[in-house]
């Protein structure tokens, strides 16, 4: 079965690091993309950037370019979305999702919430 | 970027009828490239449709996708009770980006 499993939820306070992770089974892990999809609370779907497994190399979007860091540990199988300094506005939940034909298969995502 | 805008915002319908969402691009959208996804509060996302009408795994022959260019349609063509949520119309091209959604109610 083709998975995407996702690291659990977490609340940190503004100006805190954090990594969230998107494990992946059942499939050629080097072989699809890997996006990471915002949904702030209350809102619709966004795009935030990906990932190609097979040589680390990254596309995001100008909305979030500078704000997140995307990464892939192909030994674990594992995608990565990071942040070295979260703001409440941050506070959202994050959905990893397979690029196949299109966003094919999705994680549970991961709600994040930033409080202080 | 290319900007899609999904109409109506709401549609209130009852169970049986027909449902058609618009989605409209501010650039045409190779039709490879434009999908469709049924959001319910508390589950991730469900492909129903890519490359504008092919459906996605396990979707029901009563999803249908249609258009071209600037213009994209989802019709469902009887409305079963668990077909009441949120879609969203997505173009996956280089940069991808969603509409803002429809939300389909129960009347």
């Known amino acids: 079965e083709v998975l995407l499993v996702q690291s659990g939820a977490d609340v940190k306070k503004p100006g805190e690091s954090l990594r969230i992770s998107c494990q992946a089974s059942?499939?050629?892990?080097?072989?699809?993309?890997i996006n990471w999809v915002r949904q702030m609370p209350g809102k619709g779907l966004e795009w935030m950037g990906r990932?190609?497994?097979?040589?680390?190399?990254?596309t995001y979007s100008p909305s979030f370019q500078g704000h997140v860091t995307i990464s892939v540990d192909k030994s674990t199988r594992t995608a990565y979305l990071q942040w070295s300094s979260l703001k409440a506005s941050d506070t959202a939940i994050y959905y990893c999702?397979?690029?196949?034909?299109?966003?094919?298969?999705w994680g549970q995502g991961t709600m994040v919430t930033v409080s202080s | 970027e290319i900007v899609l805008t999904q109409s109506p915002g709401t549609l209130s319908l009852s169970p049986g009828e027909r449902a058609t969402l618009s989605c409209g691009a501010s650039?045409?959208?190779?039709?490879?490239?434009l999908g469709w996804y049924q959001k319910k509060p508390g589950q991730a996302p469900r492909l129903l449709i890519y490359?504008?009408?092919r459906r996605g795994a396990g979707i029901p022959d009563r999803f249908t996708g249609s258009g071209s260019g600037r213009n994209f349609t989802l019709t469902i063509s009887r409305l079963e009770p668990e077909d009441f949520a949120v879609y969203y119309c997505?173009?996956?091209?280089?940069?991808?980006?969603f509409g803002q959604g429809t939300k389909l109610e129960i009347k």
């Open positions: 999702a397979r690029r196949s034909t299109a966003f094919d298969i």
């Open positions: 059942g499939y050629d892990f080097s072989g699809y993309w």
């Open positions: 990932i190609d497994p097979s040589d680390s190399s990254t």
């Open positions: 650039q045409s959208v190779s039709t490879l490239y």
């Open positions: 490359g504008t009408y």
């Open positions: 997505q173009q996956y091209g280089t940069s991808p980006t």
